[in-house]
Nanobody, 122 residues
Framework: QVQLTESGGGTVQAGGSLKLSCTANARTFVGYNMGWFRQAPGKARQYIGAISWNGDDTEYIDSVKGRFTMSRDNAKNTVYLQMNSLTPEDTAVYYC???????????????WGPGTQVTVSS
């Protein structure tokens, strides 16, 4: 069982930055590909991107490409989401999730964190 905990959310003005962290409680973390998702009020959960188990591969949806960067430190069982040039449209609860495959399909992610709120004010 892998337990994930996100941190680093908060309120920031448009144009600002935040760095989210997602820490796992398991040493098997290194074997998991990690995804980031978000859910805005009244909207469906949205896939943001993924990072492979060794960090060699990343992918992003078009709306965050060039603004968001994923990285991971397997020695610390942690994956990061650096978010720059934030806009009010980025306001959402952000979730990290772990999967045995490198995929955008949320159904493939077996373990999820509780989420952290990101609010971007205009």
């Amino acid at each position: 069982q892998v337990q994930l905990t996100e941190s680093g959310g908060g309120t920031v003005q448009a144009g600002g930055s935040l760095k989210l962290s997602c820490t796992a409680n398991a040493r098997t973390f290194v074997g998991y590909n990690m995804g980031w998702f978000r859910q805005a009020p009244g909207k469906a959960r949205q896939y943001i991107g993924a990072i492979s188990w060794n960090g060699d591969d990343t992918e992003y949806i078009d709306s965050v490409k060039g603004r968001f960067t994923m990285s991971r430190d397997n020695a610390k069982n942690t994956v990061y989401l650096q978010m720059n040039s934030l806009t009010p449209e980025d306001t959402a609860v952000y979730y990290c999730a772990a999967s045995g495959v490198y995929t955008k399909e949320s159904r493939a992610y077996m373990y999820w964190g509780p989420g952290t709120q990101v609010t971007v004010s205009s």
